[in-house]
């Protein structure tokens, strides 16, 4: 497709399950950013892939987060033992050369009840 | 963690008021751009703004970009409720990590 598409688009689960979240990248982008968003608010970092390097995870807020990114295109974001605090908006975007501007998605609205 | 400061955070206004949007940081950044999101969707690009002092408009925005590359800011010109949204900025920090900080947001509702 033309744009990053992510899917779910809304994921309810019990606290406690393991979720994926699922990222399509516009074809060609090299780099890859997932981050949260709480209602209203600005977004947070979580993770950052970029070609075949060693992905930046410095923003994952625990162990409990991890994501990864098969053959340099479809990103997976795993959030294991859902917690109430996980519930979010998660954003992933792709960029082509360094420093080009963002392409989002629409997101995967998460509840943990 | 490279923060930048949105002001405000909220803001209600009548169409036909113009309004001021700022963008504060203690860092130094690469480029700073400007996005919009509204409800149910991703940020989507405004504008990218490179050198220092720099100036662009985008029919009735206005953007800056300030000397030592810190902060910026934007005025919107006779707002109308189609820009309602949510306002981020992003500094891009390029000689590490590659990385975009974004803003806390500023929540714009334009009343007609």
């Known amino acids: 497709g033309a744009g990053v598409s992510q899917s779910p688009s809304n994921k309810v689960t019990e606290k406690g399950k393991d979720v994926e979240l699922r990222c399509d990248p516009i074809s060609g982008h090299t780099a890859l950013y997932w981050y949260r968003q709480s209602l209203g608010q600005g977004l947070e970092f979580l993770i950052y892939f970029q070609g075949n390097s060693a992905p930046d995870k410095s923003g994952l807020p625990s162990d409990r987060f991890s994501a990864e990114r098969t053959g340099g295109s479809v990103s997976t974001l795993t959030i294991q033992r859902t917690q109430q605090e996980d519930s979010a908006v998660y954003l992933c975007?792709?960029?082509?050369?360094?420093?080009?501007?963002?392409?989002f998605g629409n997101g995967t609205r998460l509840t943990v009840t | 963690t490279q923060l930048l400061e949105q002001s405000p955070q909220f803001l209600s206004i009548q169409e036909g008021e113009n309004l001021t949007v700022y963008c504060n940081s203690s860092?130094?950044?690469?480029?700073l751009q400007w996005y919009r999101q509204e409800p149910g969707e991703g940020p989507v690009l405004l504008v990218t703004?490179?050198?220092?002092?720099e100036v662009k408009k985008l029919k009735r925005l206005t953007f800056q970009f300030g000397d030592a590359r810190k902060d910026s800011s934007l005025h919107i010109t006779a707002a109308q409720p189609g820009d309602t949204g949510l306002y981020l900025c992003a500094g891009f920090e390029g000689t590490t990590g590659n990385q975009f900080y974004f803003g806390t947001g500023t929540s714009l509702t334009v009343i007609p």
């Open positions: 703004v490179v050198t220092g002092g």
């Open positions: 975007a792709s960029r082509g050369v360094t420093g080009s501007p963002l392409h």
């Open positions: 860092s130094v950044f690469s480029s």
